[in-house]
């Protein structure tokens, strides 16, 4: 089943849980489903009426006065819709033109079309194929240097505000640690991790690109995490990868979990005990418990 626990939409909205608790037993315009064990899973459909009743609350509204409002207007088609995914592909060849161009103007345009979307449907439907593309335009030669760091750089903008956005996950969730592995500087792909984590109710506390190792294994050691998460993108040396796992696995607790990803890990991967390599976020989570 997916979709929000109610620690995370109290994150992502700024609703409280008791004051969610009480909109769903005296109102009813939100119904999370259940899972098999009673916990509640709020959809991204949920998450956006809520975000449209606080931001109708907070300019004045009663709050059974805003429901009243937002399902009115709902009713008479006034609230713009979620993209589909045929404006979704639009949109985005719309956003990178913008960019290859240099226009930021019309890119905050274009961006500004996207309020209604989730940050989810976001970075897997828009940001993320971006950056795929300008990858493979600029190892092609169909872009130049400089638009593939001009686009970079924008939507590295967006993926931080996300992040902000979120306050890095709630404060008191598990902690995950994000950092580049030594001399890699690409770090939009784990800044976006950083953000499915933070989504998903983790603390995300991101080091960025060319994080070097004895400092991560101090910042460890003075900062206790759940899970350590490790990316890697240019290609390295296989040994020199063992190398580094083993040393900071050694230096890690038993209890912290510890990532390598990117498309810098090609098999055959090494086999290292406490270490899981070029796992999806999906298989990540699965293996670990729920936060």
Known sequence: MNGYRIKTVSTLTGVSRNTLLAWERRYGFVVPER???????????????????????????????????LEEHRRRGTLPPSMGPEEQDE??????????????????????????ESFAELLENIYFPILRDLGDGWESG?????????????????????????????SGGPRVVMACYPDDPHELGLLGLSIRFALAGWRSV?????????????????HPAQLLCVSVVQQVERNALRGYAERVRHAL????????????????VPIIPGVKFGVSFEQLMESLPPS
């Open 142 to 170: 169909r872009y130049t240097i400089a638009q593939e760091h001009f686009a970079s750089a924008y939507i590295r903008e967006r993926l931080t505000r996300m992040l902000i956005n979120l306050g890095c996950g709630p």
């Open 91 to 116: 949109q985005r060849d719309e956003l990178l033109a913008s960019l290859l161009a240099y226009d930021r103007t019309k890119a905050d345009v274009v961006v500004a079309g996207f309020a209604g």
């Open 206 to 222: 991101f080091l960025g690109a060319r994080m070097p190792e004895a400092d991560l294994i101090d910042f460890l050691q003075g």
């Open 253 to 268: 607790p038993d209890a912290v979990g510890f990532a390598i990803g990117g498309a810098g890990v090609s098999p055959p």
């Open 35 to 69: 899972t098999d064990n009673g916990y509640r899973i709020y959809s991204d459909a949920d998450v956006a009426k809520l975000r449209e009743v606080k931001a109708l609350v907070d300019a004045g509204h009663p709050v059974s006065e805003a429901i009243a409002l």
